[in-house]
Nanobody
Framework: QVQLVESGGGLVQAGGSLRLSCQASGRTSSTSHMGWFRQPPGKEREFVTSIEWTSGATFYKDSVKGRFTISRDKAKNTVYLQMNSLVPEDTAVYYC????????????WGQGTQVTVSS
């Protein structure tokens, strides 16, 4: 089992920035990637970005490229999401998730943190 705890959400004006954190604990050796997903109001949850834990290779949803940056601190078992130039369409509950080496699926999820961008 992997436990994930997010922090850093809040209310920000359009054009502003926020930084989310997600600390992992437990059986983190089984993690191949850490990802950030979001669920906008009334919509399905969607992929935002991920980072391969060992190599640091990153992947982004097209609409956040150039604005969001994912990073990790291996010593702290923590992944970060720096979000700049926020727009109202970024409003969502943001979740971090852990992808399992064996299954290739995101099996463990945090509780979510609300990000609200006002116009």
């Amino acid at each position: 089992q992997v436990q994930l705890v997010e922090s850093g959400g809040g209310l920000v004006q359009a054009g502003g920035s926020l930084r989310l954190s997600c600390q992992a604990s437990g059986r983190t050796s089984s993690t191949s990637h850490m990802g950030w997903f979001r669920q906008p109001p009334g919509k399905e949850r969607e992929f935002v970005t991920s980072i391969e834990w060992t190599s640091g290779a990153t992947f982004y949803k097209d609409s956040v490229k150039g604005r969001f940056t994912i990073s990790r601190d291996k010593a702290k078992n923590t992944v970060y999401l720096q979000m700049n130039s926020l727009v109202p369409e970024d409003t969502a509950v943001y979740y971090c998730a852990s992808r399992n080496y064996g299954t290739g699926r995101y099996e463990y999820w945090g509780q979510g943190t609300q990000v609200t961008v006002s116009s």
